[in-house]
């Protein structure tokens, strides 16, 4: 900078002249500044943390070999690659992350945050395939997606329909879909012995896409009289109904209210009615055949 002044003496003589200031520049810490990105679940972007951040005009910038990871994200990698930073969440994760960067100007420094907030998106649902044992003449019920999940999408809605429309059927009998409580029913043919199957659908409606998986059901069909063990573990049992009269006072009546599944009359044999005391003398069980139809 620069200024001119004058200097006189007694007899009124005066000189001018001129000052020059030289301002010798120092050092400034660079400003680092938040940052904020969004991106969706399994996908990568740039972040471009410096964007926002300076050095206020310094005659010595910083340089983009100042940027420094000093604390790296919860959820997912960074990879550095010129002077952007690639960020990469984990497999099928969503929510939210951060890490913190330094940037420097020599021996000045400042810290800043990125936060990243990962969208969800949705995932197929795991479909697998599912084996099951039943008597001959005794029809079979499913609870075929038992096995299966939708546990990616922990903050999306569940699976919602279960189908066989347009799928592999049975070839010795025939399948009732419930879809009031996604349970499958199957009959076999009268008197079929050996492996039937079908196939179900199972889709996920959201958010969009619709996503759906399909899985393949065997049913080995034995005879009474094989001696083979149909498993409490391979076949389903629906939970008993219970009854409790009063403490003071006996069991008088109880009535069974049921609908039944179109189809399905013939197969009352197959149903019956067993009932046990939870108090009192033990073995007091009695198994009750439902009439025949």
Same mark, same amino acid.
């Given at each position: 900078?620069?200024?001119?002044?004058?200097?006189?003496?007694?007899?009124?003589?005066?000189?001018?002249?001129?000052?020059?200031?030289?301002?010798?520049?120092?050092?400034?810490?660079?400003?680092?500044?938040?940052?904020?990105?969004?991106?969706?679940?399994?996908?990568?972007?740039?972040?471009?943390?410096?964007?926002?951040?300076?050095?206020?005009?310094?005659?010595?910038?910083?340089?983009?070999?100042?940027?420094?990871?000093?604390?790296?994200?919860?959820?997912?990698?960074?990879?550095?690659?010129?002077?952007?930073?690639?960020?990469?969440?984990?497999?099928?994760?969503?929510?939210?992350?951060?890490?913190?960067?330094?940037?420097?100007?020599?021996? /000045? +420094? %400042? =810290? $800043?945050?990125?936060? #990243?907030?990962?969208?969800?998106?949705?995932?197929?649902?795991? !479909?697998?395939?599912?084996?099951?044992?039943?008597?001959?003449?005794?029809?079979?019920?499913?609870?075929?997606?038992?096995?299966?999940?939708?546990?990616?999408?922990?903050?999306?809605?569940?699976?919602?329909?279960?189908?066989?429309?347009?799928?592999?059927?049975?070839?010795?009998?025939?399948?009732?879909?419930?879809?009031?409580?996604?349970?499958?029913?199957?009959?076999?043919?009268?008197?079929?012995?050996?492996?039937?199957?079908?196939?179900?659908?199972?889709?996920?409606?959201?958010?969009?896409?619709? /996503? +759906? %998986? =399909? $899985?393949?059901?065997? #049913?080995?069909?034995?005879?009474?009289?094989?001696?083979?063990? !149909?498993?409490?573990?391979?076949?389903?049992?629906?939970?008993?109904?219970?009854?409790?009269?009063?403490?003071?006072?006996?069991?008088?009546?109880?009535?069974?209210?049921?609908?039944?599944?179109?189809?399905?009359?013939?197969?009352?044999?197959?149903?019956?009615?067993?009932?046990?005391?939870?108090?009192?003398?033990?073995?007091?069980?009695?198994?009750?055949?439902?009439?025949?139809?």
């Amino acid at each position: 900078d620069s200024f001119r002044y004058q200097i006189c003496n007694n007899s009124g003589e005066c000189q001018q002249t001129t000052a020059v200031i030289k301002v010798h520049a120092v050092n400034d810490a660079p400003i680092a500044r938040d940052d904020a990105d969004t991106l969706i679940e399994d996908s990568w972007m740039y972040l471009e943390v410096m964007s926002n951040d300076s050095d206020d005009m310094d005659s010595v910038p910083f340089e983009i070999e100042s940027l420094e990871i000093v604390q790296m994200p919860g959820q997912g990698q960074l990879e550095m690659e010129g002077g952007n930073i690639i960020y990469r969440p984990g497999s099928n994760y969503f929510g939210n992350d951060y890490f913190r960067y330094v940037i420097c100007d020599e021996s /000045l +420094c %400042d =810290t $800043a945050i990125a936060r #990243i907030h990962i969208k969800a998106v949705n995932d197929a649902p795991r !479909v697998r395939n599912d084996r099951y044992e039943t008597f001959t003449n005794l029809l079979l019920i499913m609870d075929v997606s038992e096995n299966d999940d939708d546990s990616l999408d922990l903050a999306l809605p569940d699976f919602s329909s279960l189908s066989t429309t347009g799928l592999q059927q049975p070839q010795h009998g025939f399948i009732y879909l419930d879809q009031e409580v996604n349970l499958i029913v199957y009959v076999p043919d009268d008197d079929f012995t050996g492996i039937d199957s079908f196939q179900y659908r199972l889709c996920d409606f959201g958010p969009e896409p619709i /996503l +759906c %998986d =399909t $899985a393949m059901v065997m #049913i080995n069909v034995v005879s009474e009289g094989s001696n083979r063990l !149909v498993t409490q573990k391979e076949r389903i049992v629906l939970a008993p109904d219970r009854y409790s009269s009063p403490s003071k006072g006996s069991f008088s009546s109880f009535e069974i209210l049921s609908r039944v599944l179109p189809g399905l009359e013939k197969h009352y044999p197959a149903t019956k009615i067993d009932l046990q005391t939870t108090s009192g003398p033990s073995g007091n069980r009695k198994n009750f055949p439902a009439p025949n139809k």
